[in-house]
């Protein structure tokens, strides 16, 4: 990257404006505001070791998990930046049962909710893995000027008007889209700022990763048990076998198979008979975003987005990353029912 010539996420967010629908500059504030708050998480987590913020809480969340001190930190960060940014009138979040609404004047103004997994891979920031933050962000159904409501944050994934994550890892990194494809930022910590790093990224329609968690496999359905064992034999074009990633951050397993081409799988199991992730914070954003690169998101029989709500915190088999080997799984799921 020529260092005279860098865009930051600022800069491409003002050039970009006016590709939305409704540009009035909203939407570019509150993505500005998440890379703010994205900033001060990032700030935070690189001192994790260093000061006292790593290990448990001493709570617990809503779906029973124990709270890191980070997923809390984490929660509260976004919250705060997205209730000043005055451009948001409600967030949703993994962390809080309900939804929040903001009651200030200026936010029941705010055009825009947004639905969020503070910190993704919570579970592994103790061991200094890369961890992440995903973001949803709809147009309010209700009214402005008065309190958001329930159905606001229920929409279906193809309402979404921009999605993204932010990925903790070797660097840090803002990868989002507002439906015109798909754009990468890195974090110069020099000068503090995300620069546009990976423009226009468009995932292979064939990959050749698969990232699931093996040791669940006794549980998963017949036609998964069946995809595995199609992704480890040797074909003739020397294609296969496929190569097994599993980090189990999605943040990270989705942003590799992103970049490289692959597939990332959560079925449903025993413990988890609906799946382990959430739609509305993990799976909706993500499948946004791997439909812009040019990739797919299914639960194995239904494009994710189209999915119909009853809960905010519903769970959903997760198959997500190329095109080609998303129509695969539903293509075992199909012929191998359990
Ligand atoms: P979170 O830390 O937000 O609760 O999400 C954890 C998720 C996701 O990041 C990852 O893909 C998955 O849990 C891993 O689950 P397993 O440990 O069951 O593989
Ligand atoms: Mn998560
Ligand atoms: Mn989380």
New binding site residues.
Partial sequence: MNSYRITTLNDFIIQKQKDFSYASGDLSSLLSHIGTAAKIVNKKMNKAGLVDILGKSGSVNI?G?TQQKL?VFADKAFTEALRACGECCGIAT?ENQNEIVFTGRLEKKGKYIVCM?P??????IDYNVS??S?FSIYRRISPRGKTAKIEDFMQPGINQVAAGYVIYGSSTMMVYSTGNGVNGFTLDPSIGEFCLSHPNIKTPVNGNIYS??E??YTYFPLGIKKFLKFCQEKDEDNERPYTSR????????FHRNLLIGGI?L?PQNER?PQG???VVY?CNPMAFLAEQAGGAASDGFNRIMEMELKALHQRSPFYVGSLNMVQKVKEFLKAYPD
């Fill in positions: 779906q998990e997923d993994e997994d910190l993704d891979g919570s579970s592994n961890v992440g995903i699931i968690n040791g669940n599993y980090i189990g951050s999605l943040v990270s397993d990332f959560y988890a382990k992730l959430r993990e």
